[in-house]
């Protein structure tokens, strides 16, 4: 038998009290992806070619460059809440914290040269 | 394996597995049910002994508990289906679809020659998609849309919609039929334009 009450053993159990903010999060970045996945959809099916000069011209342009950096953004972290969910299901202890860093790891990185890329090809000039 | 759970009438039924499909409480000690009991199928006559864990520390997670039944024991249905196909879907595109789109982006940024690399691993000569092109990109919007309807799906169940299981059942088999007719869309614009 332990000792202590019955009271100060449960205290600090129970809900993490954080999951909510990640729960909405996660819904209203669905929401911005919707948005901005629709753009994306019509943009490619609007592309007049997928040669480098087109592709290229269309990035550059703001009204692309704008929506592409705030895709990135939206879906990055909609899929880094995703894949954390999937990761606390599947996996135990240090794996899941191993998995948890690396994954963040991944998701800022490419990120990183997502947004990188789009600011250099709009701002770069011709290429 | 045969599905247990042949008729599902609500929650409650799904979550009562059929004695023959089960070992029963005869095979579980009580050791090895958690002291606080929440989910104990089968042992329902068989409560535990909440006095043999007093000595055992509250956070102690004890690998020898029975698991909650899993995809075997289900009867499938489409709001399974869908379900798992969400976050199949997801975890395809946040992998591929997240990388594929970066080595897009940067191929672009860092001028014609590693965009041409790009370009030559999805087509052929003449600009046309190859398989490798075809499977990926189909597979990649077939992901986009089937996630994308039950998606929409979900904000809808998150406001408490749609949880009666004749309109549940309906609305996870619209979202594969909104993918198939999506993805074939898709295509077909892109392939006569």
Known sequence: MRSGTAIGRVRGLGSAKSGTHHWLNQRLTAGSNFLLVVWLLISILRQPSFDYASVHLWLANPWAAIPMAMLVASVFYHMRLGLQVVIEDYEQDQNRVALLVVMNLFVFTIAAIAIFSILKIAFGGAA | MRPCVKSVKGRLAALRPSPACHPGPQSISPRDLHPVGVFTIGVSAN?????????????????????????????????????????????????VGAALLVWFLAAVAAGPESYA????????????LNIIGYVVGIGL???????MANGIRHLFMDVGAGFELKSNKRQAQATIVFAVVMTVAFWLYLGIK
Do not use: Y
């Open chain 2, 47 to 95: 409560q535990p002994d909440f006095r043999l864990f007093e000595d055992l520390p509250l956070a102690a997670r004890n690998t020898a508990r029975p698991l909650s039944p899993h995809l075997q024991i289900w009867k499938w249905g489409p709001n399974m289906l869908v379900s798992i196909l969400h976050r199949a879907t997801g975890t395809g595109m946040a992998t």
């Open chain 2, 117 to 128: 690399t790009f370009r030559d691993v999805f087509t052929v000569e003449s600009g046309r």
């Open chain 2, 141 to 147: 919007t077939a992901c986009l849309f089937q996630h």
